[in-house]
């Protein structure tokens, strides 16, 4: 799984290290301890990234979801 996120210029460093552990579900606390800051500064991190705009995207490989066996032509219906 990869997970790019758009518009993050916009972000800070700490935001984006926010951003991209809740995106991944992990939970405010344990993000709290990985970067070991308070919760409630991970909520306001995390607040303040949503409201500058940024976009999450995960991206997961189609073989990974087991829906091409790779001998079909993608074209096909």
């Known amino acids: 799984m990869k997970i790019e996120i758009h518009n993050a210029q916009n972000l800070s460093f700490r935001e984006k290290q926010v951003v991209v552990l809740k ?33 999450a995207v995960i991206v997961i490989p189609g073989d990974v979801l087991a829906l091409y066996d790779g001998d079909e032509d993608e074209d096909e219906s």
């Open 23 to 55: 995106e991944s579900g992990m939970s405010a606390s344990k993000i709290a301890k990985k970067l070991k800051i308070a919760e409630s500064t991970v909520a306001t991190l995390y607040n303040r990234a949503r409201g500058k705009g940024y976009e």
